[in-house]
């Protein structure tokens, strides 16, 4: 099993452009969750999923949208890119309550 | 809203010692996990804490949980260098009914010195 696989590994946007970050995973997971983490601030969730075609916000929803039409993929799109979404971003996800988190390695962002 | 504290934030160890990280948070939850983070690395799971008076261990570093204090603690007994590395504890916000909200604390940065 691969996991949970994030691409790009790292990007860089200008202001006002918009792109989707990629995350698959292969452990057939009902949830799945994205993450942003800023520096010295931990992580803090902005979507996440409980299955197929259900999506809920998090903590720092504002400027992202997902969608989750499969149970292997849930992408996160940014619309309008502005300064403050420079982060990196990470998904996850989990099979049960029980059980860890799985994370995926991450992707860079840089809006400029 | 529940929140979450890790003290200290940051760390600095010699080799051989012992020494404590400190979660605590806001609200009633009972589940509790341990990440650690290596620089421009990925979260690597440690523990997962399910219920009042849990106690976990791995090698150097030993976990325990107590949701009435609403504390949980990372024990690290004579520390070696590669624990370097920053650790997070996570606290799902959802009591009794789990999808996995994680609330993630500031991380403590530990840094193991000869």
């Known amino acids: 099993n691969a996991g949970v696989t994030q691409t790009p590994k790292f990007r860089i946007l200008k202001i006002g452009q918009s792109m989707t970050l990629q995350c698959t995973q292969d452990?057939?997971?009902?949830?799945m969750y994205w993450y942003r983490q800023d520096p010295g601030m931990g992580l803090k969730l902005i979507y996440y999923s409980v299955g197929a075609g259900i999506t809920d916000k998090g903590e720092v929803p504002n400027g992202y949208n997902v969608s989750r039409s499969t149970t292997e993929d849930f992408p996160l799109r940014l619309e309008l890119a502005a300064p403050s979404q420079t982060s990196v971003y990470f998904c996850?996800?989990?099979?049960?309550?029980?059980?860890?988190?799985?994370f995926g390695p991450g992707t860079r962002l840089l809006v400029l | 809203e529940l929140k979450v504290e890790q003290n200290p934030l940051f760390l600095s160890m010699q080799e051989g010692k012992n020494y404590t990280i400190y979660c605590n948070y806001s609200t009633t939850s009972d589940r509790l996990y341990w990440y650690r983070q290596d620089p421009g690395k990925s979260l690597e799971s440690l523990f997962v804490?399910?219920?009042?008076?849990a106690v976990k261990q791995e090698g150097r570093l030993m976990a325990s949980l107590d949701t009435k204090a609403r504390l949980s603690t990372l024990h690290i007994t004579a520390a070696v260098h590669d624990l370097s590395a920053t650790y997070f504890c996570a606290v799902d916000g959802r009591y009794g009914g789990s999808q996995g909200n994680l609330i993630f604390g500031k991380g403590t940065k530990l840094s193991v010195k000869p």
């Open positions: 996850a996800s989990l099979g049960s309550s029980v059980e860890t988190q799985y």
């Open positions: 804490l399910l219920s009042n008076g």
């Open positions: 452990m057939n997971h009902n949830y």
